[in-house]
């Protein structure tokens, strides 16, 4: 069998999450592409990423 060797790239996403009254609650990376390679390699499998980041006060 073939060895495999998951890639992905994208934006580098940051989730936040806030109540009623604008409080920040939670934050979280995500993105679908990442979520699916951390997912894989929880599996076993190689996986690599790429990405960008924004010139905003998150990086």
Do not use: P, T
Not at 13 to 19: A, E, M, P, R, S
Not at 32 to 49: P, Q, R, T, V
Request: negative net charge.
């Amino acid at each position: 069998m073939q060895n495999k060797i998951f890639v992905s790239h994208g934006d580098i996403i940051l989730d936040k999450i806030y109540d009623g009254d604008l409080n920040l609650i939670k934050q979280d990376g995500g993105g679908c592409n990442w979520n699916d390679l951390y997912n894989l390699s929880l599996m076993g499998e190689k996986c690599y990423a790429f990405g960008s980041m924004g010139n905003d006060e998150e990086r």
